[in-house]
């Protein structure tokens, strides 16, 4: 492995902390692979696998779970009344407007698959005490936190740069992804050539500003989750990523 990490001002840090194993996870649909990024001590692992309610989380390597774990996807729905999370709107996240119920979701046409996912997935975790979820626990304690992200405002707190589209330019993207990542110290043994890893890479990143934050990322939008047991879903909830770097002495 190259040398390790430097710190960035946006949260990126040195692995002279101790090790502690994090993941990122860009989230598909329960119908296509969810692809992940393992991290500890600057090294990514690359894994894949089918989510599902009944399996919401990637087995970990070595069978340790992560302290933290950064998934693309959303958590919830907008609060009784509303259209669109907080979280959403701050981070330009393109699921500005969702549905506002379970049954709506059912017949809802704008990434729905994605949706339904997401808000499964975080009920699956929360129902089942598979982890705490960041927000409904006041500070996450690194025993096993789950969260959502965003991997293009990670990118943008991060470098503050505009990446190709990885639609029309997928190469492109991966290469201005993961040449930023090498050129901090980061490591992986496999080769990178897919815009769904590297986006698990900048949700893992999300985790490990967690893991190394006093108490939460500068970065984090949006408000805190509220469960909804009538509906079984969370609603609104807080997209996390590390804080913005400073750029000739602005933020």
């Excluded at 609060?79 to 701050?90: F, Y």
């Excluded at 992986?188 to 990322?217: F, I």
Aim: glycine share 10%; net charge negative; aromatic share 8%.
């Amino acid at each position: 492995m190259g040398s390790p990490p430097k710190k960035l001002d946006g949260g990126i840090v040195s692995s002279s902390s101790p090790m502690s194993l994090l993941c990122g996870i860009d989230l598909g649909s329960f119908r296509s692979p969810s692809y992940v990024a393992w991290l500890e001590d600057g090294q990514f692992v690359l894994d894949e696998y089918l989510a599902s309610p009944a399996r919401p989380l990637p087995p970990s390597p070595g069978g340790w779970p992560p302290a933290f774990t950064g998934i693309d996807a959303p958590q919830g729905l907008p609060r009784p009344g509303e259209r669109s999370r907080q979280a959403d709107l701050q981070a330009n996240a393109p699921t500005k407007v969702l549905p506002r119920t379970r049954a709506e979701l059912a017949e809802w046409r704008l990434y729905r698959p994605f949706v339904e996912a997401g808000v499964e997935l975080f009920w699956a975790i929360h129902e089942r005490e598979l982890a705490s979820i960041l927000g409904l626990v006041p500070i996450p304690d690194g025993e096993g936190t789950v969260f959502e992200t965003y991997p293009r405002y990670v990118l943008l707190q991060l470098w503050g740069e505009r990446p190709p589209s990885k639609r029309r330019e997928p190469a492109a993207y991966v290469d201005f992804v993961w040449s930023r990542l090498r050129d901090t110290g980061y490591a992986c043994d496999e080769p990178v050539t897919r815009p769904d890893h590297v986006d698990a890479m900048l949700c893992a990143l999300a985790a490990e500003a967690c893991l190394h934050a006093d108490g939460l990322p500068a970065g984090i939008v949006g408000l805190p989750p509220v469960v909804d047991p009538g509906e079984r879903v969370l609603r609104e909830g807080l997209i996390v990523a590390p804080a913005r770097v400073a750029r000739g002495g602005g933020v």
